[in-house]
């Protein structure tokens, strides 16, 4: 079965760094997501991407985040000057355009320490 | 805009007893509803979805949800626990629209003694 493969699967960065988390969306899928799971919290929403653009963010991710799709199979967060409160879960996630159901597949997480 | 409320975050079931984790959503547009359960150390697996079209919805594991659109509500049940059903299990919400995110609920801990 397709899914959306993720790495790091752990990174551990000192606080100020630049991070970059890695995913593969499922082949056929053209929807991109980023969410976010704080230890203990809900897992929220940060981005989502589409024909090369982002199409929906919310209020987290401010300019320390950005995403990009390098090439035609990985999908990129960067996350600039990282901070302790930015330690978390990270999950990618993609969708099928046009689906009429609007399933998303989400990968296993690359879980960031910043120390 | 859309919410989703799940009632309890932790609940704990005998092995073999009643599954019930609750679920009410806001929603100003039709939603769309799923139930994802996350083992630990793992990602999100979706268990079930609800999209329109019968209301009572079966998944993966034995569990159903039922969409009761008058009281906003998708609720998920399994009629018998097992050990390995101990999970976190997130509610979530969204449109019908392609690319629309997934908004989640707050997540219910499922703990199964034996």
């Known amino acids: 079965e397709p899914e959306v493969t993720q790495t790091p699967s752990h990174q551990v960065t000192q606080m100020g760094q630049e991070v970059i988390l890695r995913c593969v969306p499922i082949?056929?899928?053209?929807?991109f997501y980023w969410y976010r799971q704080i230890l203990g919290q809900k897992v929220e929403f940060l981005v989502s991407f589409y024909n090369n653009e982002i199409s929906e963010k919310s209020e987290i991710f401010d300019d320390q985040f950005s995403v990009e799709r390098p090439d035609g199979s990985n999908f990129t967060l960067k996350i600039r000057s990282t901070k302790l409160e930015d330690s978390a879960m990270y999950f990618c996630?993609?969708?099928?355009?046009?689906?009429?159901?609007?399933?998303?597949?989400f990968g296993e997480g690359s879980w960031l320490t910043v120390v | 805009a859309q919410s989703v409320t799940q009632l309890g975050s932790h609940v704990s079931v005998s092995e073999g007893a009643l599954v019930l984790l609750r679920c009410n959503y806001s929603s100003s547009v039709p939603p769309y509803l799923f139930w994802y359960v996350q083992y630990p150390n793992q990602g999100l697996q979706l268990l079930l979805k609800?999209?329109?079209?019968?209301?009572l919805v079966k998944g993966i594991n034995g569990f159903e949800a039922e969409f009761k659109k008058s009281e906003t509500s998708f609720h998920l049940t399994k009629p018998s626990a097992h050990m390995s059903d101990a999970a976190e299990y997130f509610c979530a919400v969204s449109s019908n629209q392609a690319g629309t995110a997934l908004i989640f609920g707050k997540g219910t801990t499922l703990s199964v003694s034996s």
């Open positions: 996630a993609s969708s099928q355009e046009g689906a009429t159901v609007n399933t998303i597949y």
């Open positions: 609800y999209t329109t079209g019968a209301t």
């Open positions: 082949s056929n899928h053209l929807y």
